[in-house]
């Protein structure tokens, strides 16, 4: 392959990665927009995030794109060949964490005009730092090739299911204690579980990022809990 063909392919790639990089940002704009509009029942805020989606969605097509433009072009091979897939995977997870972070944001007006009350601001609020603070790590550790940060990420996904099982626990006491809650404890609930949803695509960006950058799989034993079936 010739020396100016090289550093095209190389500027392709370059590109996919800068776009990663910018839909992992709007992913973590997104999911904190969201979680600051349901907290604070901001509307306004809560609808920029929605805009938001659209411009997340256009990113991902334009990965796509230049992805397939790529493969047709230059016909990559083995750890190159490996690099664009795991873009098109992860770009695939960030746009449902897009997806995600809209959900929680259409459910502000639902949840009422008053803030959600401190108990419960508290324990969701708790629970979108943690996926927040993965969402924002996991294209940190790839971009900086850290393989050995993407397995321990991965693994700490279990807490984001702790959390989850608490919140969902105290929403039900709230709602038994007061069943004028149950409709606002009910739309609180369904954005919990959105959270939830979002750190198991960050956990599959991180095993997507660690193979691309090992070229070996995680082992398939991921721990899940989840345990508001038993609640």
Not at 118 to 127: A, C, T, V
Request: proline share 3%.
């Amino acid at each position: 392959m010739a020396e100016h063909t090289v550093a095209s392919f190389d500027d392709d790639l370059r590109e996919i990665g800068q776009i990663i990089d910018g839909m992992g940002e709007l992913a973590g704009t997104m999911v904190g927009g969201a979680t600051k509009a349901l907290l604070s029942a901001d509307v306004a805020l809560a609808q920029r995030v929605v805009s938001d989606d659209i411009v997340m969605d256009e990113r991902q097509r334009e990965l796509d794109s230049r992805a397939i433009t790529l493969i047709a072009r230059r016909q990559p091979m083995a750890d190159d060949l490996r690099s664009v897939l795991g873009a098109i995977r992860m770009a695939g997870d960030l746009e449902r964490i897009g997806d995600l972070a809209k959900n929680i944001a259409k459910r502000v007006g639902a949840v009422g005009e008053n803030a959600v009350p401190r108990d419960l601001s508290h324990s969701i609020e708790g629970m979108a730092h943690l996926v927040l603070e993965q969402v924002d790590d996991v294209i940190r550790d790839y971009a900086a090739g850290d393989a050995a940060a993407l397995t321990r990420l991965r693994a700490s996904d279990e807490s984001i299911d702790a959390r989850y099982t608490a919140v969902f626990r105290e929403l039900l006491t709230y709602m038994m204690e007061d069943p004028r809650n149950i409709t606002a404890c009910t739309h609180l609930l369904f954005c919990a579980k959105n959270l939830e949803r979002i750190g198991d695509h960050v956990t599959n960006i991180a095993e997507n990022a660690y193979y691309i950058l090992t070229g070996e799989q995680l082992p398939p034993n991921r721990p899940k809990r989840d345990e508001t079936a038993a609640a």
